[in-house]
């Protein structure tokens, strides 16, 4: 059951960071506006150049409408879904967050119209997006049919036209109440990332990279973080960012030293990251998956990965924010 996840505060093996981190946990609790502008990057390709067989189109929606039923019913679904929803600005309470996600952003998940694997990941994307009640989704895969673009498009995703190497800025609007004269609650951005390589999940850190964060005043304790607001409406881009996909403590455990290098993001937060394993462990949920010839290893070593204020300010106080890491290009998604 999701009540019996807990979250953690992930230690770096390596001791990377300033911050000596002891596990903490926490318990889980059980269309569209303008976007902003992507960056430029190597046009979509199609994969292959027939036009859109109906027939294909309506076979591959038939079997991604009987995936989602399936997938909807899986705990590993519900505890997806507690992840996304705890409160982490304060303490342990299964409180519903103050974050609206209102932006699911997938990347790689592979070609639905010829793979099974794909119509499960896809599937539970879009469990996510119809739970949370998402106003834009966005999807991208490297190398896609037009029929796989049809389909996508048939459940209310937009089409990302160019590879942006993961560099998407979080969505930061503030949506007001208009029923009340209590303060709007501030938006975030999902991204759903199954099996990506990690440079991508460092990408996105990275166009979201705490900048704001300036060196304490003379006068001010060390934990200051000037710039650094904490209420429901002004808070970072790392705040309102959740990432979905391979557990960033696995990655850190298979790294070698020679690995790590200015540019690793990952690696760099890695002490400040509040994660929460997605396992499937659940028999029923094999026996689900199993319909629809995948197994649990289609969402094996998979994590949700958030932050908060006081870590980040740790992670400033530490140092681990100075300088900001540099620039990658050139990443692809299948790499």
Request: hydrophobic share 35%; glycine share 6%.
């Amino acid at each position: 059951m999701a009540s019996e996840e807990a979250w953690t505060v992930v230690t770096s093996k390596r001791g990377r960071g300033k911050r000596q981190n002891r596990a903490v946990t926490h318990q889980a609790s059980s269309t569209s506006a303008q976007a902003p502008p992507a960056p430029e990057g190597r046009e979509l390709r199609i994969r292959d150049s027939r036009p859109v067989d109906p027939a294909e189109v309506t076979l591959t929606q038939r079997r991604v409408n009987a995936a989602l039923l399936d997938i909807a019913d899986l705990n590993f679904t519900e505890t997806l879904l507690a992840a996304t929803l705890k409160d982490l600005s304060s303490g342990s309470e299964p409180n519903p967050s103050p974050l609206r996600w209102r932006e699911l952003v997938a990347y790689g998940v592979g070609p639905v119209s010829s793979s099974a694997r794909a119509r499960a990941q896809f599937a539970a994307a879009e469990v996510l997006r119809r739970r949370l009640e998402v106003t834009e989704a966005w999807w991208y895969d490297p190398v896609c049919s037009a029929t796989d673009i049809a389909v996508v498009k048939s459940y209310g995703w937009r089409l990302i036209t160019s590879d942006e190497e993961a560099k998407r800025a979080v969505r930061m609007e503030v949506d007001d109440d208009k029923d009340s004269n209590a303060p709007g609650s501030p938006s975030g951005t999902i991204f759903f990332m199954p099996h990506c390589p990690f440079r991508l999940y460092s990408n996105v850190l990275w166009k979201n990279w705490p900048f704001n964060f300036a060196p304490p005043s003379p006068g001010l304790s060390g934990d200051t973080c000037v710039g650094l607001e904490t209420t429901s409406t002004k808070t970072t881009a790392l705040e309102r960012c959740c990432i979905v996909g391979n557990s960033f403590d696995a990655y850190d455990n298979r790294t070698l030293g020679s690995a790590v290098d200015a540019t690793n993001c990952v690696l760099r937060l890695l002490p400040y990251t509040h994660e929460m394993k997605l396992s499937v462990v659940h028999p029923r949920d094999a026996e689900l998956l199993g319909r629809h010839s995948v197994g649990i290893d289609v969402f094996g070593d998979l994590a949700v990965m958030r932050w908060q204020a006081d870590g980040l300010r740790a992670a400033h106080s530490n140092g681990a924010l100075n300088p900001p890491p540099p620039e990658v290009f050139g990443v692809s998604h299948g790499a």
